[in-house]
């Protein structure tokens, strides 16, 4: 398995990059995992599947928060819970969204 | 006034920041510009040397079971904030490097620095200046939205680009909960570059069911400023993104002028 990370500046194209190559690899035959492990997360546009999808994409911390600090599950049943089939070879998940004030 | 600047990273957050805190003080007013992104952006715009210093270092302390500033807020940025050349003054977060590290270690490694951080969260999040203007910066995202540093009053502004990103991060703003009763939610539309892109980001705003205060156009301007690593306040009144800038000061004085009392932060 190979593991890619894109950085940069916010708006330097991360995303836009990061969405191409797991179009590419996916082209080319491999089996491609797409992990936006941004906070503000905007990959499944880049990827193609539309706004309505990323925006209903779970962030898996918020669902393993309500579970309590234990995080016993291996990262593969993490990966087959929480990502979500974006066609061609892709999966997608989403680390996070924070998508609600905090309460307090 | 507290004005904040949220958005999608790259959005023009720092820029629109900087040139609207620069067009208020141009004004007359007083201005402070928080900057609460590790990257250093806003300091630039206002013209000053970009630096890593956490400007609140050792400001706050913890007794009692929490943290405390250990002067008034008000005291505190009268100590802390620097001057920039546009009259502007000015207060970083900080860098991300003792920050990024395990909070613990660091908050040890660091003690200095970890109190400038808390001294600027609790700015970030209450400082007010009545009759005056506090301009805040946030990181791209919700994140410190989420976690309360937009405060409690004033008008929070989400700044759009015409890309769908952008108008999804919008929306996530817009979705958050219940937003504080004297926190007005608005939108600003940046780097517009034809009536198409207005268009677009008139239907989709209206959607989501944030009022539009001002579009900024793309300024050609404003990217040879960027890619020289020049500072906006030095650009031309007249180039159109600094004209632009004067409907949402506009809107902004009426806003101020509208709100009966200060809210208590």
């Known amino acids: ?51 309505e999808r990323t925006y209903a994409l779970v962030g898996t911390r918020e669902e393993l928060l309500p579970l309590g600090p234990a995080i016993a ?27 609600n004030f905090a309460p307090g | 006034m507290r004005v904040v600047l949220l958005g999608k990273g790259g959005s023009g957050k720092s ?18 510009a928080l900057d ?63 920050h990024m590290k395990d909070f613990e ?3 040890r490694k660091f003690p200095d620095r970890w109190s400038g951080q808390v001294a600027f969260n609790t700015i970030a999040r209450s400082y007010d200046d009545e009759g005056g203007w506090v301009v805040v910066d946030l990181y791209g995202g919700t994140l410190q939205v989420a976690n309360g540093l937009a405060g409690r009053a004033g008008v929070a502004v989400v ?22 009763a004297a926190l007005r939610l608005v939108a600003v539309a940046n780097k517009v570059a034809s009536d198409d892109d207005q268009a677009y980001l008139d239907a989709e705003l209206a959607a989501i069911g944030l009022p539009l205060w001002a579009s900024i156009p793309a300024d050609p301007a404003i990217a040879r400023a960027e890619r020289d690593g020049r500072p906006l306040v030095t650009l031309d009144p007249d180039t159109p993104a600094r004209q632009a800038m004067s409907g949402l000061v506009d809107r902004l ?13």
């Open chain 1, 1 to 51: 398995m190979n593991k890619i990370a894109v950085a940069g500046k916010g708006g330097s194209g991360k995303t836009t990059v990061a969405g191409v190559l797991a179009r590419l690899f996916a082209d080319g035959g491999h089996d491609v995992l797409a992990v936006d492990a941004d906070n503000n997360p905007n990959l499944g546009i880049s990827l193609g599947i539309g706004a």
């Open chain 1, 73 to 99: 599950s291996p990262m593969e049943d993490l990966v087959d819970r929480f990502s979500t089939e974006a066609g061609d070879n892709v999966r997608i998940i989403q680390v996070s969204k924070y998508d």
């Open chain 2, 15 to 32: 820029t629109l920041a900087g040139l609207l805190a620069t067009a208020l003080a141009d004004g007359g007013d007083r201005v402070v």
């Open chain 2, 36 to 98: 609460a992104d590790s990257v250093p952006g806003l300091a630039q715009v206002l013209g000053m040397e970009p630096s890593d210093d956490y400007f609140l270092a050792g400001m706050a302390v913890r007794e009692h079971g929490g943290w405390h500033l250990t002067v008034s807020p008000e005291e505190t940025v009268a100590q802390c904030a620097r001057e920039a050349p546009g009259g502007v003054r000015f207060v970083q977060w900080g860098n991300a490097d003792a």
């Open chain 2, 105 to 107: 270690i660091s908050r």
């Open chain 2, 159 to 180: 700044v759009v680009e015409p890309f769908a990103k952008s108008v999804l991060t919008a929306r996530r703003f817009f979705d958050m909960g219940e937003w504080p």
């Open chain 2, 253 to 265: 004085r009426q806003a101020a002028a509208d709100t009966p009392v200060t809210a208590g932060t």
